[in-house]
């Protein structure tokens, strides 16, 4: 007998997610993600100036807004042939940087851990301490962690003016601008920050957990000392115990656009698609299929470039209002696990080969990136001189179409920004929720997010909490998705 099983809302989310799926046997068989919410940014944008862009996109989503201003100003760039003085880069990979640091903090502690307070894991070792450090708003490292996310709004607040929504983002720089002072107590606030990671989550200094460089250290270094009884600690030994590396299974080809540009005109983290080996990265690859999502047109697929947004509510056989994003013609995830592994970050390659992806890899690549970037924030901090330029003067004139590609927290980030006559003729936005929560195409081809949750059993139907633990591995942000 098959059960049909509808979450709708999914709850813990930005946005709005409606997850179906059929079980048969205690074990899912299939899956359906659906963006249950129209938006349509991508139809108020023709015929607009295209400076508009760095105003209007930041708010397709409430905790994204930066990443979305970057992607906007780098079209902007490309399409005014614009050039930035070295403050501006580092300076906007910070306001990047802290947003997904940010996101990252609120992700397992707000969003993720809740869930390992469920009464179904009273068995396990960990499960006293796990409740009175994770359950919702009252847990201990909760409360810790909500003042550590504090210090990150406030060096926010310092790179970027405000968040959400700066508008400091510009394709020639930031408007926002640093003295000694506010360098100096910039510095000051992160490494309270960084305090709260290496005395609450990580239990060692950044710098001796960031050297772990294969799976078997990650087990040795889980044993030393107080590294057991920290945050990551008992989330290690939960997710072993619980099972956490054998569930959630993708499509174990990733992608990464790259992101954190530097003066000297490469990035911090690479870009790549690795499909069991890393290739070089070609946007040309990517089409968006709109087989199963309410959208009308002439043709299944499109590159970004040619998007056409024609929404079409009562279109039978779709069951999202997300496009289905495909590279080459494949599904792809994108996010910390992808950047982890396009960056051949040893732990989590090495973690990858061994388990596969899973919950586990996916929490734990997140994490890695949460401490990777605290510590290279610190490095960005020290080039920036306050008495050099953050701006310069921008050319009023557009004299090409515009791509913006970067890394938001959850993954690769685009705006495809096509100008006619100083205008815009179409603007199209492909985000990271979108490739891993995409609908199936019209192949077929279920998305990411589909796909890591067939197989997976589920001891409880009337609590999946595999579900929940798989679908949040990802962090879905559905307002992103329908943009
Ligand atoms: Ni709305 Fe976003 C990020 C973007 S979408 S949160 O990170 O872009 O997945
Ligand atoms: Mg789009």
Redesign the pocket.
């Known amino acids: 007998m098959t059960t049909l099983i509808a979450i709708d809302p999914f709850n813990r989310i ?2 709005d997610l409606r997850v179906e799926i059929e079980v048969e046997s205690n074990s899912v068989i299939s899956a359906k993600s659906s963006g249950i919410m129209f938006r349509g940014f991508e139809r108020i944008m023709p015929g607009r100036s295209p400076m508009d862009a760095l105003v209007i996109t930041p708010r ?5 807004s930066g ?2 201003g970057v ?1 906007a100003a780098k079209c902007l760039a490309q399409a005014q042939g614009a050039e930035m003085p070295e403050n501006g880069f580092y300076m906007k990979n910070l306001i990047l940087g802290i ?2 640091v940010m ?1 990252h903090l609120s992700h397992f502690y707000l969003l993720f851990a809740p869930d390992l307070a469920n009464s179904r894991y009273k068995n396990l070792s960990v499960y006293e301490s796990v409740s009175q450090r994770f359950t919702a708003m009252s847990g201990s490292s909760v409360v810790l962690a909500l003042k550590a996310r504090q210090s990150a709004l406030e060096i926010m607040g310092l790179v970027g003016g405000k968040w959400p929504n700066s508008l400091a983002i510009h394709p020639t720089g930031t408007t926002s601008t640093m003295n000694l002072s506010t360098l100096t107590r910039t510095i000051g606030i992160l490494k309270e920050f960084q305090d709260f990671l290496e005395r609450r989550f990580l239990g060692c200094p950044l710098s001796e957990w960031l050297d772990i460089d294969s799976f078997d250290k990650l087990l040795k270094w889980h044993k030393n000392g107080a590294h057991v009884e920290s945050d990551l600690g008992l989330f290690q030994t939960m997710c072993l115990e619980a099972g956490f590396d054998r569930i959630g299974k993708g499509p174990n080809r990733y992608m990464s656009y790259g992101a954190y540009d530097l003066p000297d005109g490469s990035t911090w983290l690479p870009s790549g698609y690795f499909d069991g080996r890393i290739h070089s990265f070609d946007q040309t690859l990517i089409k968006e299929h709109i087989g199963s999502s309410f959208f009308r047109d002439a043709v299944e697929a499109r590159h970004p470039l040619e998007g056409v947004t024609s929404p079409l509510a009562e279109k039978s056989g779709a069951y999202s209002w997300a496009k289905a994003p495909r590279y080459d013609g494949k599904t792809v995830e994108v ?1 910390p696990l992808a950047r982890m592994i396009i960056a051949e970050d040893p732990l989590l390659t090495d973690m990858m080969l061994q388990m596969d992806s899973s919950v586990m890899t996916r929490m734990f690549a997140r994490l890695r990136e949460m401490c990777r970037l605290t510590m290279e924030m610190s490095g960005w901090l020290e080039k920036i001189n306050p008495a050099e330029p953050f701006y310069a003067v921008p050319s009023s004139r557009f004299l090409a179409n515009g791509i913006g590609l970067t890394e ?4 690769s ?1 685009g705006h495809w920004m096509k100008i006619s006559s100083n205008l815009i003729d179409n603007y199209q ?1 492909v ?7 995409s609908p199936r195409d019209e192949s077929g081809q279920p998305g990411p997010v589909e796909q890591a949750l067939t197989g997976v059993s589920i001891a409880d139907e009337n609590d999946p909490v595999e579900v929940n633990h798989i679908i949040r591995s990802f ?7 329908v943009h």
Do not use: F, K
Request: proline share 6%; net charge negative; with cysteine.
């Open positions: 930005e946005g397709i989503c409430g905790i994204c990443s979305h992607a947003e997904v996101s996010g938001a927290a959850r993954g980030l936005v985000t990271p929720s979108a490739w891993n929560m962090d879905p942000c559905m307002s992103c998705t």
